[in-house]
């Protein structure tokens, strides 16, 4: 089956800095890749949706300039939590999908568990 | 957005015993799909219904969809220790985004 990988699995970091945590579809090519957030004991919310080589769309609440998203090619996606602070602490996933349009093929990363001392 | 809810929010069984959670929706859907997570883990994927399908069984697992009450269930049958998790249903709301449910937290005693 297709897989995806997240790359760290975990990351501490101080406040301030900023953080960048990569998606790659291993075996597929991704046109589509998603970024959810995960606070404990509750469900995933969508961050935000890229397509490659074109900008991400952010989900309402979701501040651009503070979660930089590029999706450079057909495997890759990396997010990137700038000037991170406690409240960013959270467990980020993210999902593949090689059709456009479609929820049916979407495959999920392990996932990546940020905490900001 | 979230789109679903779950119930129940937790639900403890014995070993063998069966577990059932729901899931209710507000808008029309193409398909709805159940996920696993294992604590502190990524989803699973464990079945997808579309809209026109009633019911769906995996193994074990045995979904069923009812559109007019925007409602699915999971039924695990016969659970064993190793399908302590949290299950999640997700629909797809705007065509190509999925919206996850709140989640069942299901603890299967040995």
């Known amino acids: 089956g297709a897989v995806v990988s997240q790359h760290p699995s975990w990351v501490i970091c101080k406040s301030g800095t900023s953080v960048k945590i990569e998606c790659r579809s291993l075996?597929?090519?991704?046109?589509?890749m998603f970024w959810y957030r995960q606070f404990p004991k509750q469900s995933l919310m969508l961050m935000a949706t890229?397509?490659?080589?074109?900008?991400?769309?952010?989900e309402q609440g979701v501040e651009k300039d503070k979660f930089l998203i590029n999706h450079a090619s057909l495997t890759l996606s990396t997010l990137t939590v700038t000037s991170a602070h406690p409240e960013d602490s959270s467990f980020y996933i993210c999902s593949a999908s090689s059709q456009e349009g479609s929820t049916d093929t979407q495959y999920f990363g392990p996932g990546t568990r940020l905490t900001v001392l | 957005s979230q789109q679903g809810e779950e119930d129940p929010q937790a639900l403890s069984i014995q070993e063998g015993e069966n577990a059932t959670m729901n899931c209710s929706y507000k808008t029309s859907i193409n398909n709805l799909q159940w996920y696993r997570q294992n604590s502190g883990r990524g989803l699973v994927h464990l079945i997808l219904?579309?809209?026109?399908?009633r019911e769906k069984h995996s193994g074990r697992l045995r979904v069923t969809l009812d559109t007019s009450k925007k409602s699915s269930s999971l039924l695990i049958t016969a659970s064993r220790a190793a399908d302590t998790a949290s299950y999640f249903c997700a629909t797809d709301e705007n065509d190509y985004k999925l919206s996850f449910g709140a989640g069942t937290t299901v603890t299967v005693r040995a």
């Open positions: 075996d597929f090519q991704a046109t589509t």
């Open positions: 890229s397509n490659e080589g074109s900008k991400a769309t952010y």
């Open positions: 219904i579309r809209s026109n399908e």
